[in-house]
T-cell receptor, first 113, second 114 residues
Framework: GDSVTQMEGPVTLSEEAFLTINCTYT??????LFWYVQYPGEGLQLLLK?????DKGSNKGFEATYRKETTSFHLEKGSVQVSDSAVYFC????????????FGSGTRLQVQP | DAGITQSPRYKITETGRQVTLMCHQT?????MFWYRQDLGHGLRLIYY???????DKGEVPDGYVVSRSKTENFPLTLESATRSQTSVYFC?????????????FGAGSRLTVL
């Protein structure tokens, strides 16, 4: 079945550092890929998405490129801020028709001033 | 209020009791979902619904019951709560149109079973 693997956290960075959170997936066909962010005490919010190979999703300075050859969708940001501290989830929407998302286990990011 | 709301936000109950978590959305989205969030597991799908009166099991349905008599409501019931059901529960909804399937989540319900 479908699955998503993301790097374990927590990831601790200093403000203005470069961020990469790795995400790889297993799925049949051509899934859509997502990054969601969860701030403390809140639900998940969509950060960005990509629907086909080589698409780049971007939002709020975050980017991720859909790489079918490596089945990856790594999240990057050039300069993190304290306000980016949150848990980040990689997810995919497969081709089963049920329209649910399969999530990775989440990566906690802590940005220190 | 517009959006997707869950209630209660926090609940403490005892083993063996019945608990119902409510979910209400105002967009008339066709699809609704229940996930549970546990450390190390991310979010796991409990049940989902494609429309009123249509529900189906996800990855971890045991011990849970759902119903969907109205499009806007999707309650989740734990018929006899167990400690392993202590978790944070998230409801989500999405539109039925083809294309990238974006889920919108509620704020979550934190359930503690003693």
């Amino acid at each position: 079945g479908d699955s998503v693997t993301q790097m374990e956290g927590p990831v601790t960075l200093s403000e203005e550092a470069f961020l990469t959170i790795n995400c790889t997936y297993t799925a049949t066909g051509y899934p859509s890929l997502f990054w969601y962010v969860q701030y403390p005490g809140e639900g998940l919010q969509l950060l960005l998405k990509a629907t086909k190979a080589d698409d780049k999703g971007s939002n709020k300075g975050f980017e991720a490129t859909y790489r079918k050859e490596t089945t990856s969708f790594h999240l990057e940001k050039g300069s993190v801020q304290v306000s980016d501290s949150a848990v980040y989830f990689c997810a995919l929407s497969g081709n089963t028709g049920r329209r649910a998302l399969t999530f990775g286990s989440g990566t906690r990011l802590q940005v220190q001033p | 209020d517009a959006g997707i709301t869950q209630s209660p936000r926090y609940k403490i109950t005892e083993t063996g009791r019945q608990v119902t978590l409510m979910c209400h959305q105002t967009w008339s989205h066709s699809y609704m979902f229940w996930y549970r969030q546990d450390l190390g597991h991310g979010l796991r799908l409990i049940y989902y619904s494609a429309a009123a009166d249509i529900t189906d099991k996800g990855e971890v349905p045991d011990g849970y019951v759902v119903s969907r008599s109205k499009t806007e409501n999707f309650p989740l019931t734990l018929e006899s709560a167990t400690r392993s059901q202590t978790s944070v529960y998230f409801c989500a909804s999405s539109e039925s149109q083809a294309g990238a399937n974006v889920l919108t989540f509620g704020a979550g319900s934190r359930l503690t079973v003693l």
